[in-house]
């Protein structure tokens, strides 16, 4: 599923809250600011896409258009002015950033007031962890480590790999499968997150 079709999905559920019959305003003014779901603090240089959607009952269908994308600025803060939405349509706001995970949801606002909800767009922080991965003796040609969707082959294995995590996800270890000198073994490496930084391990095997 691409990113615009999930927004498409998303929207869709809100259908039924969003349709408008009038609007005394000819703009929508938004204000607000990027923040970070953990620490609330401002996100710089973040990126709002703006996509407005309409929902047609006699076919139960949704469609969501993207507008345009704006950067906020050195405090995470945004300023868009849009045009009052046709009826049955309202605007929503997904913000981004390439340090982040991807989105806490979007924001809509409000077609029968045209006002925006919300103040604030959350990002939730990745952790990245910097893994420096060695075979270590005695080992052979065959020997293998599997971390996720990365397999390790050969004996001669010495390399660094950085792995982005969400920062809530439960289990604070890298887990990895290990073939070595013909056994086997399931064995989970700790790490010590560090929120929005990298914090760094050694898998030995």
Known sequence: MTPHTFILA???????????????NPKTACHGKVIDYTSLKPIPHSQVEVYIGSYASSTSSCNARYIK???TDTQGIFNLYLP???????????PKHPRYQGYDGFYTIDPSTCSYIGANLA??????????????????????LEISY???LGKAIDTTVVFD???????????????KNAKRTY????????????????IFY
């Not at 998303?10 to 005394?24: D, E, F, G, S, V």
């Not at 809530?168 to 499968?177: T, V, W």
């Open 10 to 24: 998303t929207l869709c559920l809100l259908a039924a809250a969003c349709t408008r019959t009038t609007n005394p």
């Open 69 to 71: 994308t704006i950067t």
């Open 84 to 94: 009052a939405p046709p009826e049955g349509s309202w605007y929503a706001l997904v």
């Open 123 to 144: 990002l939730k922080p990745y952790v990245w962890v910097k893994a420096h991965i060695k075979n270590t003796n005695p080992h052979n040609a065959q020997d293998i």
């Open 150 to 152: 990365n397999k390790f």
């Open 165 to 179: 995590i969400p920062y809530d996800f439960p289990d604070k270890n890298i887990s990895a499968i290990i073939y």
């Open 187 to 202: 064995k989970k490496f700790p790490y010590q997150p560090i929120t929005g930084d990298t914090t760094s391990i050694e």
